[in-house]
């Protein structure tokens, strides 16, 4: 039990385009989902966290009109990252907690690059 | 500011020796810490959580400690093998409820 889906995988695009990466809780309704990057080497930075239903909440110096987050559903969260730059580049995981917060469950990561 | 430190960035173990990672912190007296593995390229998987009240949790070849005096939690791995290759990443809840990590220590265990 307690799997976190993302999609895709890897992502490949242009600078100046957008890009949406999807994160499911797959057996288990995630009351808050949030939303992590990481540079090589480096550990998991939290970006946001959102609640079903509501407006995500942003770290300091996330750009939350660059990084949108809509979790509309128990089960789905998105990230688009819009009009990407190279240094946005990075691999972005998510993560999802049902209720206790002691239990937070991982993705497997989006590798995204921005040429 | 709260901060968790994890001492080193590699550690290197011969197979069948017990590896031991440290996880420090500081400016906050969390009351539990959680370890996590990584593998290149995945996100992180959870391992062990171990309350401010438990000194050790185990579970099996895994073994956590938590001295909460010298504020350091201990990660300690029996009988490795080089299948526990991985990042190693503590973690804590700090301020707002967020989980933070500290920076993680790559584990190599040669055969």
């Known amino acids: 039990g307690a799997v976190v889906s993302q999609h895709p995988s890897w992502v490949i695009c242009k600078s100046g385009t957008s890009v949406k990466i999807e994160c499911r809780s797959l057996d288990f309704q995630a009351t808050t989902m949030f939303w992590y990057r990481q540079f090589p080497k480096q550990s998991l930075m939290l970006m946001a966290t959102?609640?079903?239903?509501?407006?995500?909440?942003?770290e300091q110096g996330v750009e939350k009109d660059k990084f949108l987050i809509n979790h509309a559903s128990l089960t789905l969260s998105t990230l688009t990252v819009t009009s990407a730059h190279p240094e946005d580049s990075s691999f972005y995981i998510c993560?999802?907690?049902?209720?206790?917060?002691?239990?937070?469950?991982f993705g497997p990561g989006t590798r995204l690059t921005v040429t | 500011s709260q901060k968790i430190e994890q001492n080193s960035e590699a550690l290197n173990i011969q197979e069948g020796k017990t590896a031991t990672l440290t996880c420090n912190y500081t400016n906050y007296s969390p009351a539990y810490l959680q370890w996590y593995r990584q593998d290149p390229g995945r996100g992180p998987v959870f391992l062990l959580l171990i309350r401010e009240n438990e000194k050790e949790k185990r579970k099996e070849r895994l073994k956590v400690t938590f001295d909460t005096t010298l504020k350091q939690s201990l990660f300690h791995i029996t009988a490795s093998q080089p299948a526990d290759s991985a990042t190693y990443l503590c973690a804590w809840r700090g301020y707002g409820n967020k989980l933070v990590f500290g920076a993680g220590t790559i584990l190599r265990v040669k055969s």
């Open positions: 993560s999802a907690r049902e209720g206790s917060p002691y239990e937070q469950y």
């Open positions: 959102s609640n079903e239903g509501s407006k995500a909440t942003y």
